[in-house]
């Protein structure tokens, strides 16, 4: 019992754990080299239908009506927006129209790299941990729709500065993002308001299974860390430059993270700011580094994966330790006595 309940408290990091020793077991036993093959297009299709069950369970449990902006939003969008704008200007600075000085390649590197862990749109599963940790789940959910929308507009901006070579049209990168939006999050959710107000029966069973979006989102996370580990694994880069991507991501992440709880104390949601902020749609941003910038940006994302989901793990450890750790050991009494 004692195994099975360290299982639930952390779930997160068993996940990643599990999927970071499979992908090395299959990946360096020349033996099963061919399952490997075989297993990595259905990885990769599940994925996406992992993701889009959660925020289907997810959604069933939000109150529509309750979907509107609140004061937090706007101070966590304004941070973000200044943290973006403090990264692109040394690369605004050796643009042609705005200056003729040069970083260095790896300068550039890093830099993309640590963007990318910003300019992400918040995290579809952030609603999911949210929940976990007792916040609003709608407010999470409206958040999520504003942060998404946000970086549709800021892609097409951004990436021509960083990158002049990346010619990305305003329209295309707009209606590529919206293309997502609409797959990832407005079709789960119209899935989930039909089922909850004309499938009563099925929504009380969906409702009813605890922490089931929890557990699909790990289930997702194991593959996600796999993927993550693959592309650390065959990135084209010294140890130096791969470490020093992973601790600038692992900065930005505590800082971020740490930034929207500040944000959304005076409001009394700072757990649900500081998870707006820190909690980064990473599979969405390592596709933008691989499309528009250097290669190597991607391990950023990659790396703030796990950082994020660290600090996932240790919050919702200590939220469960404050919740539960004392009806736990009255449970215990009470046993003791009736015994």
């Known amino acids: 019992m004692n195994c099975i309940r360290l299982l639930k408290d952390w779930t997160l990091p068993s996940a990643m754990g599990l999927g970071t020793l499979t992908y090395l077991l299959f990946a360096f036993t020349p033996q099963l080299t061919g399952a490997s093959r075989f297993f990595a297009p259905i990885m990769a299709t599940m994925l996406p239908w992992f993701m889009f069950l959660v925020l289907f369970v997810t959604f069933c449990k939000v109150d529509f009506e309750k979907l509107r902006p609140v004061a937090w939003h706007l101070r966590v969008t304004v941070l973000q927006l200044l943290l ?13 129209a705005c200056g003729s000085w040069h970083l260095s390649p790896t300068a550039a590197v890093l830099l993309e790299a640590t963007l990318m862990c910003v300019v992400s749109p918040c995290a579809t599963a952030a609603a999911v941990v949210t929940q976990k940790l007792g916040g609003s789940l709608e407010q999470m959910t409206t958040f999520t ?6 970086t549709a507009l ?27 939006v609409v797959l990832v999050l407005i079709v789960p959710m119209l899935l989930a308001y039909v089922v909850k107000h004309h499938m009563k029966g099925l929504h009380r069973r969906i409702v009813g299974t605890k922490d089931l979006s929890f557990y699909l989102w790990a289930c997702s996370l194991m593959i996600v860390t796999g993927t993550t580990v693959r ?7 010294s140890v130096w430059l791969l470490g020093a991507i992973a ?16 944000a959304g104390r005076s409001s009394g949601h700072a757990q649900e700011a500081g998870q707006a902020l820190g909690q980064k749609n990473t599979v969405f941003a390592i596709w933008l580094s691989a499309a528009y910038l250097h290669p190597l940006s991607s391990v950023g994302p990659g790396c703030y994966i796990l950082w994020q989901n660290i600090i996932n793990s240790i919050e919702i450890w200590q939220n ?8 736990r050991t009255n449970s215990a009494t009470t046993d003791k006595r009736r015994s």
């Open 84 to 96: 973006i704008a403090l990264l692109i200007v040394p690369f605004a600075g050796q643009h042609p």
């Open 145 to 150: 729709f504003l942060s998404n929308f946000l």
């Open 154 to 180: 800021l892609v097409p901006v951004c990436f021509p500065l960083i990158e002049p070579s990346a010619h990305v049209s305003f329209l295309a990168a707009f209606l590529k993002i919206l293309h997502e």
């Open 231 to 237: 592309n650390i694994v065959h990135a084209q880069a």
């Open 247 to 262: 601790v600038l991501s692992l900065v930005v992440c505590v800082l971020q993270f740490v930034a929207g709880r500040r």
């Open 320 to 327: 469960i330790k404050r919740t539960f750790g004392q009806p």
